[in-house]
C-alpha cells in the first residue's frame, strides 16, 4: 500500500501521526481563496513544484495536482508490493476523483484564451486522464479506469479490483484514489454549508460540518496464485463488498441510513462473516449532521445494541473525498497488522438521537476484522470488510 | 457462466435514433463542427419542472435508461452502471464561472450539486427508486466499455440479473471553445469534413446517451449476446493487430467468422492510422462507421453498439453504415474497434441470440 496525506507521506508516517494523535488540519498554504482565514483543511505541505522534483517529471508534463498526488501515493504501493516489473503479470490500475485535473481549469478558465504556454492542460481537465498520467508513469499497459461516485469513489475502485481478480480477468491491480483540494470542491461544499469553521467533530451531539483534505492512497491487490507463485507478504484480505444506493436525495442521505444499511448487508453477505466478527468499524464519519445521524442509524440498523468499536478517522485527514476510502483502507490494515484501534478526535458529547459513543482514545486489542464505510453524494453507500491475513 | 443478453435499448443521439427504426431517416451534417443531440420528447419521463432544472446529459440519460428498460419490459434492476468522460460539465462550467466571476461570494450550490460525475447515474436510480448497486466510470473512451465490463461480469457470475448501463456526454460551450484552441475540434475552414478521409486534425463533437437492458436469459426482445469486452489503456500503432487478433483468438474466433466490424473513425488525421490498422485485417469484411452520424464524444460508442445490436437483430446494414460495399447474408458475430486520441482502445464482441 501507498499514502500521502496531510498527516504523511507515507504508511509510516501516517501511522504514527494515528497512534500520537496528531492531526493534519491547518490553515491553507498554498490555496487562493478567500476562505483562508476562516475554514481549515487537511493540505498536504508538498507545493506542485516539490511533487514534480520528487517524481522528476520533465518540465512539460501537465499534470495537475491530483496526478501528482495520484502518482505519488501508487508509485509507493508498487514499492511497497516489491513489483520489479509491473507487466510481468497481467495488471491494471483502477483510480478515483471527483476533481481530476480542475485545480489547472479553474486557475487557466479564462486564461487559457491568452496564454498559449497553458494550454497543455486542457487535456488534464477530465478524470480519466489522471488515471493515465499515473498509469503511465508506472509504466501499467492494460485495463485502465476510473470510478468517480463522489465521496465512495475509492470504495468502488477497490471493489471493481476485487472483482476483475475474481474473475480471472487480472492477476494483479492497483486500486484507490487520489483527490487534490481545489478552489471549486471548496466553494460547493462551503455553498452547502456543510464545512465547519473549527475542526470537525464526528459523531458529537454540536458537530458542525466537515475539514476538506487532500489525498491519494493505493492498494496492489493480487489473486491467490500470484500470491503463490511470486511468494508475496499478504498485508491483509479484502473479505468482502458492498454497494448500495440510498436513492434518497441527491446530496443528503436519508436519515434512516436504508443506502448504508444495505451496503454494510452485502459485505456481509460476500464475507460470510457474522456481525459480531467484526472488532472495529471505521465509520465514515464526517461530522456532517445529515451523515453522522444517518450512519449512526445504519449501524444500529447491522450491529443492532452489540456495536462493534468505531471510530472517524476524519479528524485526522479531513474528508478527502474521492480518496477517503482508499486512505481509510490503509488505516483499516494497519488496525490488523497491529491491533489497535484509532481514536475519533474531539469528540465530547454523545448524539441526543442514540447513544453510540466513538472510541476516542487509542485502544490496542486483537483486530480480526475491520468494516470501513464510505458514501458519497449520489446516495452512493459503500462497505468494505478487511481481514487479518 | 451465465451468458449475458442485450434486451432492451435507448439512444438519443444526433440522428433519430430515439424511437423505433433503424436509420431510416438521417442527417449528415458536414459542414458543422458540433452536433447537438436530437432531444427527445422530455416530458414522458421528467416532470416539468425537473426539465427546467436539468442539464441536457442528465434529460438524455435518463430519457434513454428508461426508453430502455421500457423496451425491455423491466420496471426495476438489480444495477445501475453510468460511463461518462466528462461528466456533468454543463454544470461544473457554470459553478466555475460563478466563482470566478464574483470571486468566491454568493454563490448557490444548485449547479455544485449537478456537476457531480456520478449525478446520472444518481438521478436515474432516484428516479425509479433503485436501491441497487450504482457506478459511475470516467475513464474517457472507455467510460461506457468500463460499465459494460463490470456489468457482464455481474450477470456472468449470477450476482445480478438484470443491468441497466449505459453511457451520456453532453457538450459545454466553454469546453467547446478550450477544445478549439488546442485543435481537438476541426476549424470551421476544414468543412466539409469527411471522417473516413481525413485531410485535418481534431473532430466533430457530438453528444448523446445510450444505454442498455442486460440479462442472464434471452427474451423475445432480445437484440444480442454481449459476449465479450477488452480495453487497453495505450497502444502502438504495431499493437492493434495482435490486440485484435489476440482477442479473437481467446474467443475461438478467426478473422474470416467475424461478419462485420464496427469501426470508430472520427476523421482525426493525427490518430487515424489506429483504425487503418485495424481495417486492413478485415478487407473482405463488413465494414461499418457511425461517427459521421453521431459525432465523437467519450461516449460516443453507445452509439456504435446501438447500430450493431440492430444489425444483429435485423440482420441487415442501412447503406449510411457502410464503408465498403460487402454485406453478408447472415451477421452472427459482429466486432466493434474503437480508441480516441492513441489511447482507451477497447473491443467489444455481439452475438447473435441464437448462435
Known amino acids: 500500500m501507498g499514502i500521502i496525506s496531510s498527516i504523511g507521506n507515507n504508511v509510516e508516517e501516517n501511522y504514527s501521526a494515528l497512534i ?25 505541505k508538498f507545493s506542485n513544484a516539490e511533487l514534480e522534483k520528487i517524481l ?9 495536482r491530483t496526478s501528482l498526488l495520484g502518482t505519488f ?47 497543455k492542460f486542457i487535456l488534464s481537465h477530465d478524470a480519466g486522464e ?147 466478527d467484526i472488532d472495529y468499524i471505521n465509520a465514515h464519519g464526517t461530522a456532517t449532521p445529515n451523515n453522522d445521524l444517518s450512519e449512526g442509524r445504519a449501524i ?38 497491529n491491533n489497535v484501534v484509532f481514536p475519533n478526535m474531539n469528540f465530547k458529547t454523545p448524539m441526543q438521537e442514540f447513544g453510540l459513543v466513538p472510541q476516542t482514545e487509542l485502544l490496542e486489542r486483537e483486530i480480526n476484522h475491520v468494516l470501513s464505510n464510505s458514501f458519497g453524494f449520489g446516495g452512493n453507500c459503500s462497505t468494505l470488510i478487511f481481514s487479518k491475513s | ?35 447537438s443531440a436530437v432531444n427527445p420528447d422530455y416530458k414522458a419521463f421528467i416532470s416539468p419542472g425537473a426539465i427546467r432544472r436539468m442539464a441536457k446529459g442528465v434529460k438524455m440519460g435518463i430519457s434513454a435508461s428508461q426508453f430502455a428498460l421500457d423496451d425491455a419490459g423491466i420496471a426495476m434492476p438489480d444495477a445501475v452502471i453510468t460511463g461518462t468522460g466528462m461528466g456533468c460539465i454543463q454544470d461544473s462550467e457554470k459553478f466555475l464561472k460563478a466563482i470566478i466571476n464574483n470571486k468566491e461570494e454568493f454563490l448557490t450550490p444548485t449547479s455544485f450539486i449537478q456537476s457531480t460525475h456520478n449525478t446520472v447515474g444518481a438521478q436515474i436510480a432516484l428516479n425509479m427508486q433503485c436501491k441497487g448497486y450504482n457506478f459511475t466510470y470516467v475513464n474517457g473512451a472507455v467510460s461506457l466499455e468500463s460499465a459494460l465490463l463490470d456489468s457482464k461480469m455481474q450477470i456472468e457470475s449470477g450476482e445480478a440479473k438484470t443491468i441497466l448501463a449505459g453511457g ?67 497502444l502502438s500503432e504495431s499493437e492493434v493487430k495482435p490486440f485484435i487478433t489476440d482477442f479473437l483468438n481467446s474467443n475461438h474466433l478467426s478473422l474470416s467468422e467475424i461478419d462485420a466490424i464496427v469501426l470508430g473513425n472520427n476523421g482525426d488525421s493525427g490518430f487515424d492510422h489506429y483504425y487503418r490498422e485495424a481495417t486492413s485485417l478485415f478487407s473482405e469484411t463488413p465494414q461499418l462507421y457511425y461517427k459521421h452520424l453521431s459525432g465523437e464524444f467519450y461516449t460516443a460508442s453507445t452509439f456504435g453498439i446501438w447500430a450493431a ?32 486520441r492513441g489511447k482507451d482502445h477497447s473491443l467489444i464482441l455481439l452475438k447473435h441470440v441464437d448462435v
Open chain 1, 20 to 44: 500520537q494523535g496528531k492531526t493534519g488540519i491547518t490553515q491553507t498554504d498554498y490555496l487562493e481563496t478567500i476562505h483562508k482565514d476562516t475554514l481549515k483543511f487537511g493540505e498536504i
Open chain 1, 56 to 64: 522528476n517529471l520533465s518540465p512539460d508534463h501537465r499534470f495537475p
Open chain 1, 73 to 119: 501515493a501508487a508509485k509507493q504501493a508498487v514499492e511497497n508490493a516489491g513489483i520489479q516489473e509491473v507487466n510481468e503479470v497481467p495488471t491494471g490500475l483502477i483510480s478515483s476523483t471527483s476533481v481530476g485535473g480542475m485545480d489547472k481549469t479553474e486557475k487557466y478558465f479564462y486564461e487559457y484564451f491568452d496564454n498559449e504556454s497553458v494550454r
Open chain 1, 130 to 276: 489522471t488515471s493515465h498520467q499515473i498509469a503511465d508513469y508506472l509504466g501499467i499497459k492494460g485495463f485502465v479506469t476510473t470510478i468517480s461516485t463522489a465521496c465512495s469513489s475509492a470504495a468502488n475502485a477497490i471493489m471493481l479490483g476485487a472483482r476483475l481478480i475474481q474473475s480471472g480477468q487480472l492477476e494483479r491491480v492497483i486500486v484507490g484514489g487520489s483527490d487534490a483540494l481545489s478552489i471549486f470542491t471548496i466553494n460547493g461544499f462551503n455553498s452547502l454549508m456543510i464545512l465547519t469553521d473549527g475542526v470537525n467533530t464526528p459523531f458529537d451531539q454540536n458537530r458542525k460540518g466537515l475539514n476538506l483534505g487532500e489525498a491519494a492512497a493505493y492498494l496492489v491487490l493480487e489473486s491467490d496464485s500470484q500470491v503463490k507463485k511470486a511468494n508475496k507478504n499478504v498485508l491483509a484480505y479484502l473479505s468482502g463488498f458492498g454497494n448500495a444506493n440510498d436513492a434518497f436525495h441527491q446530496t443528503a442521505s436519508s436519515e434512516n441510513g436504508e443506502g448504508a444499511t444495505l451496503a454494510m448487508q452485502k459485505a456481509f453477505v460476500v464475507s460470510g462473516l457474522k456481525t459480531g
Open chain 1, 300 to 337: 444500529q440498523n447491522v450491529f443492532g445494541n452489540t456495536v462493534p468499536v468505531f471510530s472517524s478517522t476524519k479528524p485526522f485527514t479531513g474528508h478527502t473525498l474521492a480518496a477517503a476510502a482508499s486512505v481509510e483502507a490503509v488505516y483499516s490494515i494497519l488496525a490488523l497488522q
Open chain 2, 1 to 35: 457462466m451465465e451468458k449475458c443478453y442485450i434486451n432492451g435499448i435507448g439512444c438519443v443521439s444526433a440522428q433519430k435514433t430515439f424511437g423505433a427504426g433503424f436509420l431510416d431517416e438521417v442527417e449528415i451534417n458536414t459542414t458543422d463542427n458540433v452536433l
Open chain 2, 168 to 234: 451520456v456526454d453532453e457538450t459545454s460551450e466553454h469546453t467547446i471553445s478550450l477544445y478549439k484552441l488546442i485543435d481537438l475540434i476541426k476549424d470551421s475552414t476544414d468543412a466539409p469534413y469527411d471522417v473516413l478521409n481525413p485531410k485535418s486534425k481534431g473532430v466533430v463533437l457530438g453528444e448523446g446517451a445510450g444505454f442498455f437492458v442486460l440479462e442472464n436469459k434471452k427474451t423475445a426482445n432480445t437484440y444480442a449476446v454481449f459476449e465479450d469486452i477488452q480495453m487497453r489503456n495505450t
Open chain 2, 309 to 340: 445490436v440492430q444489425v444483429l437483430k435485423q440482420q441487415q446494414i442501412p447503406k449510411v453504415l457502410q464503408i465498403n460495399k460487402i454485406t453478408k447474408q447472415q451477421y452472427k458475430s459482429v466486432l466493434l474497434y474503437n480508441q480516441y
